[in-house]
């Protein structure tokens, strides 16, 4: 299946000096996006669902491989969810999408419910058993402060990861590789690759590269064609 890198369809020419590219911001499906004094701001028409992300992370050694060990952690938020809420919400959605009876939909509702409790409960169960299963965990490297995560997994807590993350949910299936780029014995280049939706984490990349000045950060976005 084709992997088409993400470039602006609207741009018709090369970002000038005082674009928003050239100042800090960063091309992402068929917008631009740019971190502003006054928060998280974007031009866009309409981007892709789900965004295919390469990071390479490379520079010397021993810093290098401290942003490794920094990196990892367990992959998991415990945003308490309120179970009859679930319950509720994808009941009224069945109803709305026309179950035949007010039965069928109770029973979907509450097997839908119970699997989600169940892969919830199995997370958090490997999170406690490995807290550093997850290479590359955002919340981490830049944690969601109580006060939000207190409040569960809702606008708040997405307009919080919006503007520090990038993204207004947790990034998947993160996977991490030491690459050299010859054998002629040069540096190594830790390379995540992971999934996001909407955008990538550029926000989190932004902080990565001021907190660790002496590493490269390279974040290379991409999406599956599907034309």
């Known amino acids: 299946m084709p992997v088409k890198p993400i470039l602006p369809q609207t741009t ?47 520079g010397p050694d021993e810093r290098l491989y401290d942003f490794i060990g920094a990196a990892s952690g367990p992959g998991f938020v415990d945003w308490r969810p309120e179970w009859y809420g679930v319950y509720e919400q994808i ?5 709305r999408g026309g179950a035949p009876t007010r039965e069928a939909a109770e029973h ?6 119970d699997i989600l409790w169940r892969r919830h409960e199995e997370d958090r169960i490997h999170a406690e058993l490995d807290s550093h299963r997850v290479p590359l965990d955002l919340n981490v490297l830049i944690p969601i402060p109580r006060r939000v995560v207190r409040k569960g997994f809702g606008e708040a807590a997405q ?49 990565m590269r001021k907190r660790w000045p002496e590493l490269s950060f390279k974040l290379i976005p991409s999406y599956l064609d599907t034309a």
Do not use: Q
């Open 12 to 58: 018709a020419h090369p970002a000038s000096a005082s674009s928003p590219l050239a100042v800090g911001g960063i091309l992402t499906g068929t917008a631009v996006a740019k971190l502003t004094a006054a928060g998280n701001a974007v031009w866009c028409d309409e981007g892709p669902s789900f965004i295919f992300n390469r990071l390479e992370v490379s």
């Open 91 to 95: 009941y009224f959605g069945v109803v």
């Open 108 to 113: 979907l509702a509450r097997k839908l419910r």
């Open 159 to 207: 307009e919080w990861m919006w503007g520090n993350w990038g993204v207004r949910w947790p990034i998947r299936r993160v996977t991490c590789s030491i690459e050299r780029r010859n054998t002629s014995g040069s540096k190594p280049v830790a390379v995540f690759r992971f999934l996001s939706e909407d955008w990538p984490p550029w926000v989190a990349v932004l902080r």
